[in-house]
């Protein structure tokens, strides 16, 4: 289990004899390998948190892409279970006890297959990274995607491939992983980009 420099934060304010005072709580982030036990809450992480990236995209929660993309995250995360982490290797983030974000590795998906024309063998797409709303912005998904390239640099996995159609993600991307690979233009509709990353594991920090 990783640790995250613990954040302060105000967990509720009472008001005692006109007096008011905050309750000052260290939350701490670990990162660690789903269990068993946190399979429904993890389908539940991801329900909420694709629904919102949907609605935030403009596309509503009734897309018909929406419920394809909950179920297919669900596949993955029993993938791992079955698999032991060999099909699909998943890692969660903690804060305190509740799980908050996701990240995984996985073959490259169909979208990345018909548009990378290079081998793909051994190399795999990191994909699910989903941090629920309210954890969004404080770090976590910036140290999920630091803690699954240790695992690829520790497993000797040279490039990993990254694939985003959610226009505040890709910023987030473009931030971590600079430009794109390739950016296939208006893919979902006009001015709405899919962008692809072709990545070094050794050149990302
Ligand atoms: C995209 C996502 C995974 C990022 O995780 P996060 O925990 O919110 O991001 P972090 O807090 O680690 O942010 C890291 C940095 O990126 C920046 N950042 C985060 N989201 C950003 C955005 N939408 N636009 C611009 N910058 C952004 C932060 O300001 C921060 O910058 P800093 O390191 O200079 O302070 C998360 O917001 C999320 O789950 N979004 C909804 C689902 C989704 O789109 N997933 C990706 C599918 S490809």
């Known amino acids: 289990m990783e640790i995250l420099a613990p954040q302060q934060i105000i967990l509720g304010r009472m008001d005692d004899v006109g007096t ?22 993890i389908y539940q992480l991801f329900e909420i948190t694709i629904k919102n990236a949907f609605e935030q995209q403009g596309a509503g929660s009734n897309h ?3 419920a394809e ?16 982490g060999k099909k699909v290797y998943f890692l969660v983030a903690k804060v305190d006890s509740q799980i908050a974000g996701t990240i995984a590795l996985t073959e490259p998906s169909k979208l990345v297959r018909d548009h990378i024309h290079f081998d793909l063998k051994n190399i795999p797409e990191v994909a699910a990274v989903y941090v629920l709303p309210q ?5 976590v998904g910036s140290l ?9 640099q520790k497993t000797r996995i040279k490039s990993f491939i990254l694939d985003s159609g959610f ?6 991307w473009i931030k971590k992983l600079g430009e794109p690979t390739l950016i296939l233009k208006d893919y979902w509709k006009k001015d709405s980009h899919h962008m692809i990353w072709k990545k070094q594991t050794s050149k990302c920090a």
């Not at 990162?31 to 036990?37: D, H, L, T, V």
């Not at 999920?144 to 690829?152: A, P, S, T, V, W």
């Open 64 to 66: 018909a892409h929406l």
């Open 144 to 152: 999920l995607l630091k803690r699954i390239i240790e695992h690829l």
């Open 20 to 41: 008011a005072f905050d309750i000052l709580k260290e939350m701490i982030t670990t990162i660690g390998r789903p269990q068993i036990k946190d399979k429904k809450e």
């Open 135 to 139: 954890f969004q912005g404080q770090g």
């Open 167 to 172: 226009k505040k993600a890709q910023k987030f």
């Open 69 to 84: 993309e909950i179920n297919h995250k669900i596949g993955l995360l029993d993938n791992d279970f079955q698999s032991q």
